[in-house]
């Protein structure tokens, strides 16, 4: 069961979401709120698996909302909604530690995948947005460079780079997706994160 907490303003596709994620097997909205204030004081007591969070918000939004919960919540993974593409505001959400992003008009089973996408260790984003996040991270040292890494860490952590999904990777790389969880593991362990972005984030740096 993925546990998940909606932050969206907008009553119609808050509750929309929330009837959708009740009404699906393998999902429960444990809480949706209109507000990041609200929603700040509430969720560090629930720490679900996913955050919908809207990016923006009336009064704080989504991004500062969430640099404010990510370490209350180390586990928790954050998808960020927006009604455009707007790349500034997507990528900086990425930046701030994002599992991913979708948009509003997304279709609902679409929304459902992607949860299970950030779930299992995914980052759901459309091509452009991944091309100019690792962009933005090869301003740095190269992964190669990081020695605290096995070789097949490095490997792995290019593959999760790129956006690639665990059976993505598995396929590629012709082992067990379980094998690339136990990988994934090790790697934040070794680099004392909790997700994919925060690894790429402690390796590179930000701008």
């Known amino acids: 069961m993925i546990h998940i907490v909606i ?95 979708l948009l509003k008009k997304t279709a609902p089973s679409r929304i459902l995948d992607a949860i299970v996408e950030v779930f299992e260790g995914g980052s759901p984003m459309s091509s452009q947005i991944a091309r100019k996040v690792i962009t933005s991270f090869q301003h740095k040292d190269s992964i190669d460079e990081v020695d605290i890494l096995t070789p097949r860490e490095k490997e792995i952590l290019k593959a999760l780079a790129k956006g690639l999904r665990y059976k993505e990777i598995a396929d590629d790389m012709n082992i067990s997706m379980e094998t690339v969880r136990s990988h994934a593991r090790k790697i934040y362990e070794k680099l004392q994160v909790q997700s994919r972005t925060e690894a790429l984030n402690k390796i590179y740096g930000r701008r």
């Open 7 to 101: 932050i969206e303003d907008i009553k119609e596709i808050r509750e929309g979401l929330q009837m959708l994620i009740d009404s699906s097997d393998g999902f429960v909205c444990n809480k949706a709120f209109a507000t990041a204030e609200e929603a700040i004081a509430e969720i560090p007591a629930i720490c679900p698996d996913v955050v919908l969070m809207d990016i923006h918000l009336p009064g704080m939004n989504g991004i500062e909302a969430m640099k404010k919960l990510k370490p209350q919540c180390l586990r928790t993974q954050f998808i960020m909604s927006t009604i455009y593409e707007d790349d500034e505001k997507i990528f900086e959400s990425l930046k701030a530690g994002a599992s991913g992003y």
